[in-house]
């Protein structure tokens, strides 16, 4: 405090000598104090979290005991890091932004599918966090019964993109929206219609009774070169196992929209905003304790910014603003004498 940055290799030295556990013990304890005070919010009713694979770096040059391999077109070998992380999305406070927590990171080994990556981070974090979330989204690599099995069975749901047009509840539930009139809605300004197909049996792998939500979605964009109104459509299929009682058609259709969140809110800022896919140090302890650290330093942020900041102090600053004037008084803060005290 109140002096120069630590140096890169100086980074690297330290965070290949933190012990992950501690790190994670830091993140639960932030997640725990905002607990406790009615910071982080049900999302209509639902704890809702986000599971996302990620690569972080890649390197032709250097590689280490964590690093996966490819060939590249070219018939390079290339070396590099992923690791599945998921991310607690909470209601927003009147008049505040939304918080959302970075829960814990796992990295994937070598040999191994983003899906077991997966199903040992959510071991641990629902041994850590095991009321954090009632569902978790996902994209359409999740849409298999092992993991909607793992989730049930840990009293969790799942709601996943449906992409496969060949699995057997796709071909169902297709077969009931040909014949069904949709539901008129709306999503974010756009005109959408609706299907939804509770109790699917076609699944017999899956503990439980699926239910298939699409959504066709209608918007028009006026592009700044020809400035012409032009017409836009996206389809959804989506797969979870909330029952419609838990969630009604456009509550499914908000929340799978939020798995983007992630992406962009998660891995895009930590890049972008805290230069998080800089390795310090190439070695699989160091880049995983530095992710952690990351984590930590984006809760704290996030959470600050949404939950301490007035919102009239908030109002017309960015959040670069905000940025720049904690880095500035932490290396404005007078140095500590080192003459000793008087007696
Ligand atoms: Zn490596």
Redesign the pocket.
């Known amino acids: 405090m109140g002096g120069r940055l630590c140096s890169a290799d100086s980074l690297g030295r330290i965070v290949a000598c933190v012990d992950a556990a501690t790190l994670r013990q830091g993140i639960h304890h932030v997640y725990d104090r905002l607990k406790r005070n009615k910071a982080l919010r049900d999302l209509d009713g639902l704890a809702v979290a986000v599971l996302d694979g990620h690569e972080t770096s890649a390197s032709y040059r250097?590689?280490?005991d964590?690093?996966l391999k490819r060939t590249t077109n070219n018939g390079q070998t290339q070396?590099y890091?992923r690791n599945v992380t998921l991310m607690l999305l909470c209601g927003s406070p009147p008049g505040r932004p939304a918080v959302r927590l970075l829960l814990d990171l796992e990295p994937q080994r070598d040999g191994e599918g983003e899906l077991t990556t997966a199903l040992r981070l959510l071991e641990r974090v629902l041994a850590a966090y095991p009321r954090a979330f009632d569902v978790l989204l996902a994209d359409a690599l999740y849409a298999v019964a092992p993991f909607l099995n793992f989730l049930l069975s840990h009293e969790k749901d799942a709601l996943v993109v449906l992409k496969d047009a060949r699995r057997d509840a796709y071909q169902d539930a297709a077969g009931l929206w040909a014949q069904q009139p949709p539901q008129q809605g709306s999503y974010n300004s756009r005109d959408c219609r609706w299907w939804d197909i509770p109790d699917l049996r076609s699944w017999p792998d899956v503990k439980g009774t699926p239910r298939v939500v699409r959504s066709e979605e209608f918007w028009t964009v006026k592009p700044q070169l020809t400035q012409e109104e032009t017409p836009l459509t996206a389809n959804w299929v989506w797969l979870t196992t909330l029952s419609v009682a838990q969630a009604r058609t456009e509550q499914i259709v908000r929340l799978a929209h939020l798995r983007w969140d992630i992406e962009n809110q998660g891995f895009n800022e930590l890049v972008n905003g805290w230069h998080a896919d800089h390795v310090y140090r190439?070695q699989?302890q160091a880049?995983e304790c530095f992710l952690l650290l990351a984590f930590l330093a984006y809760n704290i942020f996030h959470a600050f910014f949404a939950l301490n900041l007035k919102p009239e102090l908030r109002r017309g600053r960015t959040l670069a603003f905000w940025v720049q004037l904690i880095a500035a008084e932490i290396h404005a803060l007078p140095r500590l004498s080192s003459t000793a005290a008087p007696p």
């Open positions: 250097r590689c280490c964590g690093c070396f890091h190439h699989p880049i």
